[in-house]
């Protein structure tokens, strides 16, 4: 079956490092990638999606990165900042249109100040 | 703009009892999600609504859960009866055809 997951279940980092987190799936048929940001008490937010047919993509101070070889995605974090502190989570979808999210099960990011 | 709005935000239950959540999500998103986060873990789907059609209601425990979205709007689930398993945060989802998925804050289940 399909699955997706973290390699770390916790990453501390100190405030003005960058931050980087790991992501690892089964399904090499996936097609579309996304990352969410998920505060105490809220719902998952949205940060950054990736389609297979690309390596990379930026936005503003994260960056995902996508290597299909070994089915792996990171999203990378500039400057981080107290306010990143959160649960992360990878989520892939077979197609962009279905609607299917499959979620891994997060990592913690904790900025120490 | 208003987000996904979702009540109750807590709900504290016995076991065997009947609960039920609601749903209200962003204006003009067609697509509505039901999803099941267990602590510590990734939110999983339970359906997917096209306007009123279940679209994806495979990972939905039918024997006890079920769910409406009458209209087209606004969506319900309902758990009876509640067993000790069935707590968790149930996070609702909206999104255009397609589109990005705006999560609400979540029901937060506790059954004892």
């Known amino acids: 079956g399909e699955s997706v997951g973290l390699h770390l279940p916790t990453l501390s980092v100190q405030e003005g490092d960058n931050s980087i987190i790991n992501c690892a799936y089964s399904?090499?048929?996936?097609?579309?990638f996304i990352w969410y940001k998920q505060e105490s008490g809220k719902g998952p937010q949205f940060i950054i999606d990736?389609?297979?047919?690309?390596d990379k993509r930026q936005g503003q101070r994260v960056t995902v990165l996508l290597n299909k070889t070994v089915k792996h995605l990171s999203l990378q974090i500039a400057a981080t900042q107290p306010g990143d502190s959160a649960v992360y989570f990878c989520?892939?979808?077979?197609?962009?249109?279905?609607?299917?999210?499959?979620f891994g099960q997060g990592t913690t990011l904790q900025v120490k100040p | 703009e208003a987000g996904v709005v979702q009540s109750p935000r807590y709900k504290i239950i016995e076991k065997k009892q009947p609960v039920a959540f609601w749903c209200n999500p962003i204006s003009g998103h067609n697509t509505l999600y039901w999803y099941l986060q267990n602590l510590g873990q990734g939110p999983e789907l339970l359906i997917r609504?096209?306007?009123?059609?279940?679209?994806?209601d495979s990972q939905l425990p039918k024997d006890r859960f079920s769910a409406e979205r009458l209209k087209g709007v606004d969506s319900t689930l309902k758990i009876q009866p509640a067993e000790l398993g069935d707590s968790a945060v149930y996070l609702c989802a909206s999104s255009l055809t397609s589109g990005e998925q705006y999560f609400g804050p979540g029901t937060r289940l506790t059954v004892t």
């Open positions: 990736i389609r297979s047919n690309m």
């Open positions: 989520a892939e979808s077979g197609q962009r249109n279905t609607g299917k999210l499959i």
């Open positions: 609504y096209e306007n009123e059609e279940a679209v994806d």
């Open positions: 399904n090499s048929a996936s097609d579309y």
